[in-house]
């Protein structure tokens, strides 16, 4: 969790002159909300931290990395999808969750606040395969997911972006447990 936060307070740091700069050149949004571009394809990776909550448990924070692809239709609206997997696995009290797969496809809808910055909200289908080993347990669930996010663009169609998404909840043996992400990331429009 630590080191999304520094990374996250050292990309913010960046902004103001990316966004200043950005602006010089008629890079993003209009102020009168049209788009530079309709129809733009864009690729990119986050890591970030999935935090398992299970009933009876501390939070258990592995950590994942996946790849976003996603088609952006107007200012607004875009649609995504994800997949990824875990880069390390984490414990508490001899409990260890891993996070082997995660996966999702949503909507995403996006409010263009400004040239360089839009706020945004996600809503779909989203998945985990979760890896325990009490008992050695694998499972695979999918649910409804959603989340909310921020990017900020930058010059040549570069983007970074911070989100907190809800990807799964459910039960668990017994246990009901969610699991909630939090990543930054980057993007490019192709």
């Known amino acids: 969790m630590i080191r999304i936060l520094t990374a996250s307070v050292a990309l913010a740091a960046l902004l103001p002159a990316t966004a200043m700069a950005a602006n010089g050149y008629g890079y993003g949004y209009g102020y009168d909300g049209s788009a530079y571009a309709d129809n733009e394809f864009y690729i990119g990776g986050s890591v970030g931290e999935i935090f398992y ?6 939070t258990i924070s592995p950590s994942v990395a996946f790849l976003n692809l996603g088609m952006q239709f ?6 995504e999808g994800r997949v990824g997997g875990g ?3 984490d414990e508490f009290a001899g409990y260890h969750v891993d996070v082997p797969l995660v996966y999702g496809g949503y909507v995403k809808g996006i409010l263009p606040v400004s040239p360089w910055f839009s706020p945004y909200a996600i809503a779909g289908v989203g998945g985990l395969q979760i890896d325990r080993n009490y008992p050695n347990f694998n499972s695979n669930d999918v649910a409804f997911s959603f989340g909310v ?3 900020f663009r930058l010059y040549g169609g570069a983007a970074i972006h911070a989100e907190w998404a809800r990807v799964d909840h459910g039960n668990n043996d017994g246990y009901d447990f969610t699991a909630d992400q939090l990543t930054v990331g980057v993007s490019f429009r192709l």
């Open 53 to 58: 909550k299970e009933q009876g448990l501390a």
């Open 74 to 79: 107007n200012p607004f609206l875009a649609v």
């Open 87 to 89: 880069i390390s696995g």
């Open 149 to 151: 996010g921020a990017e």
